[in-house]
């Protein structure tokens, strides 16, 4: 697990030229006191600290971004659409045999990408939304890249309120692998992910330290025995 000195981004404001990064005070990793970083952002030649608007834009027209859930930030794209799947495996550098994980609102929005088992509706109404992955027959529409040419597709409803707002808006299913380079460590706040992706990353829905730190438990659904 890696923490860093500046933890979180304070303020997601797209026209900001100037960030300010602060030490989390409470954490016992860290040393006592402040530690203020100050870096300066040109937007024009990067995009990487936006708010919720550019993230939207992002996504809706066809590109990436990094949005924050209970477990650890993800690396989000509309999970239907071919070509940004292959963005996100690029930037990743993720093996194409590494299937992908999709975001949905609920199980209704479920049932549009996968056959939802009655077993798998039951738990979904116990443990959804939160860091609970079901895995289960894939629907046509859900690209075998996606799935890593399996006929089943890994899915699950995130807890945490900024990435529920965004799939609402988008109103289309994300697929959202953790925001970091294959084998790195994943990330758990907006500047984890900074650092990790520098000015190849795409813009960064900043919502914070995540609760959880840790990726969601998967559950094989698939076996109709």
């Known amino acids: 697990y890696r923490q860093n000195s500046a933890s979180q981004v304070l303020g997601t ?23 203020i970083i100050r870096i300066s952002i040109n937007h024009s ?61 609920g199980i209704r ?21 939160g860091p609970l992955t079901f895995v289960l027959p894939k629907r046509e529409i859900v690209p075998y890249e996606v ?18 707002s965004m799939l609402m808006e988008v109103n289309k299913p994300l697929a959202a692998p953790s925001a970091n380079r294959t084998n790195q460590i994943s990330p758990t706040t907006a500047i984890e992910v900074l650092d990790e992706f520098g000015e190849d990353c795409p813009p960064i829905l900043d919502g914070g330290i995540c609760d959880i730190g840790l990726e969601s438990t998967v559950l094989d659904l698939s076996s109709k025995k």
Not at 58 to 79: D, F, H, K, Q, R
Not at 149 to 164: C, E, I, K, Q, Y
């Open 13 to 35: 404001d797209s026209n900001a030229t100037t960030k300010s990064f602060q030490a989390h005070q409470e954490s016992p990793s860290y040393a006592v006191g402040y530690l």
């Open 45 to 105: 030649s990067n995009n990487i600290t936006a708010g919720f608007t550019s993230c939207r834009k992002s996504l809706l027209n066809g590109g990436l971004a990094v949005l924050p859930t209970e477990t650890v930030y993800g690396l989000a794209g509309v999970g239907t659409n071919l070509s940004v799947v292959r963005k996100i495996f690029e930037l990743k550098g993720r093996p194409a045999h590494n299937p992908l994980i999709m975001h949905v609102l």
């Open 109 to 129: 929005e479920a049932q549009h990408i996968s056959h939802i088992t009655p077993f798998a509706s039951k738990l979904a109404d116990s443990f959804w939304p």
């Open 147 to 164: 799935t890593a040419g399996l006929d089943t597709v890994a899915l699950r409803s995130p807890a945490h309120p900024l990435f529920r």
